[in-house]
T-cell receptor, first 112, second 111 residues
């Protein structure tokens, strides 16, 4: 692995189902993030984690939950998917200080 | 709340032209500013990161400048190529390390 790995690459999900999007990084970055990208709305922050063991809410957290049990993994869970959660989801990471972001290649989720 | 605006929203140029993409932000108290490239259906690739203490960064044909006092950054692309066609996004920190993104400039370089 080099950078951030997201899985699955794409998924079609029935409304009401539970789904976990996976994100793993190998750069030992302390901070990780989940964004969703929608046409016309740009990138919006869902949840973030500044360090292992801590998480915080972003701009659009409702319907999503995250956990950060260790430095490398930051899964995003949709407890009961709804069609409005159809989007492309990006995981990102950064180091503390003045570092920039590194992004994963995204998960395209369609809720039907 | 930090607001990030990118102008133009779309740009189409013939191959070989030099071009400038603009990014403006409302809160000048930023740690850094980052430019990204996004190809259709793909993730974001970091192009340049300018720290708040810097005025510009260069990578190959790309040059990014930062003027915190006026709340502006520009991305200059020299001798554009069809492979430069993509959407270009700028991002500035909101809090310690959470970013606000502009809506992007979609660039099309025609052969």
């Amino acid at each position: 692995i080099a950078g951030i790995t997201q899985a699955p690459t794409s998924q079609i999900l029935a409304a009401g189902r539970r789904m976990t999007l996976r994100c793993t990084q190998d750069m030992r970055h302390n901070a990780m993030y989940w964004y969703r990208q929608d046409l016309g709305l740009g990138l919006r922050l869902i949840h973030y984690s500044n360090t292992a063991g801590t998480t915080g809410k972003g701009e659009v957290p409702d319907g999503y939950s995250v956990s950060r049990a260790n430095t490398d993994d930051f899964p995003l869970t949709l407890a009961s998917a709804v069609p409005s959660q159809t989007s492309v989801y990006f995981c990102a990471s950064s180091s503390t200080g003045e570092g920039g972001y590194t992004f994963g290649s995204g998960t395209r989720l369609t809720v039907v | 709340k930090q607001e990030v605006t990118q102008i133009p929203a779309a740009l189409s140029v013939p191959e070989g032209e030099n071009l400038v993409l603009n990014c403006s932000f409302t809160d000048s108290a930023i740690y850094n500013l980052q430019w990204f490239r996004q190809d259709p259906g793909k993730g974001l690739t970091s192009l340049l990161l300018i720290q708040s203490s810097q005025r510009e960064q260069t990578s190959g044909r790309l040059n990014a400048s930062l003027d915190k006092s006026s709340g502006r950054s520009t991305l200059y692309i020299a001798a554009s190529q069809p492979g430069d066609s993509a959407t270009y996004l700028c991002a500035v920190p909101r809090d310690f390390n959470k970013f606000y993104f502009g809506s992007g400039t979609k660039l099309n370089v025609k052969p």
